[in-house]
């Protein structure tokens, strides 16, 4: 299957757009709401160059954080961010593959990431992300989803000025409510999808406290 993350050119492309998202910077505070500020430990799964990370610890600046991805240029861009950093721990993985086992998170964020995976991954990956949270733990995915039809698929293509002659051969994208049974079949309490815009997501679950 298509994935064009280990790519330099591809990597870099899209850093350089990422501000430019419509509205992604409100996806980013409805999520930075929703995660406590007394979180111990942070699992961000797909982390990119730390964008989402380093915004988390704004108002959580001790908190231990293991940061996730495979793609080179990625890995350099968030080693550079949090060089000075002792409480990120930065580790190459690819999200295809089960999670390494760095023990158990009070919350596990992710933003768009997982819309790459397979969608049999996809369901997998939530499973153990249920199992890595501490009881009461919350799991955020800020996503790239399914439209419901294809004209809003072109509508958010429009909205990102894109054709649908340039979308990311890399995506795998799935509805928001297949994802949402989901994690409510794994044991995910207050399943909702918090915010959404066209085809930008944030879908969060609570692990029950016991």
């Known amino acids: 299957m298509t994935n064009l993350w ?88 690819n999200l295809d593959k089960a999670l390494p086992n760095k023990g158990t998170f009070d919350a596990v964020v992710s933003s768009f990431a997982i819309h790459h995976l397979s969608h049999n991954r996809k369901r997998s990956l939530y499973v153990e992300i249920f199992n890595l949270l501490q009881p009461g733990g919350i799991f955020c995915n800020l996503e790239h989803v399914a439209s419901p039809t294809p004209r809003l698929h072109e509508k958010f293509l429009k909205a990102i000025g894109r054709t649908v002659e340039q979308d990311d051969p890399s995506n795998k994208l799935l509805d928001v409510e297949t994802q949402l049974r989901w994690l409510r079949n794994i044991g995910f309490h207050d399943v909702d999808c918090y915010w959404k815009w066209l085809e930008l997501a944030l879908l969060i679950g609570l692990k029950p406290k016991c």
């Open 6 to 93: 280990t790519s330099a050119e591809h990597a870099l492309g899209y850093l350089a757009k990422a501000d430019q998202i419509p509205h992604r910077t409100e996806g980013e505070a409805v999520l930075l709401e929703e995660v406590p500020k007394t979180v111990k430990r942070i699992l961000d799964l797909g982390t990119g160059d730390g964008r989402l990370l380093g915004l988390l610890k704004i108002e959580r600046p001790s908190v231990e954080c293991i940061a996730v991805d495979f793609s080179p240029t990625m890995l350099e861009a968030v080693k550079t961010r949090f060089a000075n950093d002792s409480t990120v721990e930065i580790v190459d993985h």
